[in-house]
């Protein structure tokens, strides 16, 4: 499994980011996707899942509203689509495949890769 996230960068607050993970090695139509995110002195945490044919999405209550999941199979990528961006979204975030349990376990998924930075500036 290899995961390549890329799309992050420094934004205002307010201003929107959309990032990519594209995928290999596997065979990503077969797999539910998560996007984590850890800032700075802290854990990873959950922000979104999206089933592997998109058709259910689950978001982390921080985000929703704001961030949209996606995906496309034929591309073998996922996307995090981050609207009204807030300082505290600023993080590494990291796409991984989904191996079964609960979306919100970062136990539960394999391959992260290395990230891209997301910065908000206030």
């Known amino acids: 499994v290899q995961l390549q996230a890329s799309g992050g960068g420094l934004v205002q607050a307010g201003g929107s980011l959309r990032v990519s993970c594209i995928a290999s090695g596997y065979r990503f139509s077969h797999y539910d996707m998560g996007w984590f995110r850890q800032a700075p002195g802290k854990e990873r945490e959950f922000v979104a899942a999206?089933?592997?044919?998109?058709?259910?999405?689950y978001y982390a209550d921080s985000v929703k509203g704001r961030f949209t999941i996606s995906r496309d199979n034929a591309k073998n990528t996922v996307y995090l689509q981050m609207n009204s961006l807030e300082p505290e979204d600023t993080a590494v975030y990291y796409c991984a495949v989904f191996t079964g349990g609960r979306y919100y376990d970062r136990s539960n998924y394999v391959g992260w890769g290395q990230g891209t930075l997301v910065t908000v500036s206030s």
């Open positions: 999206i089933t592997l044919d998109g058709g259910s999405r």
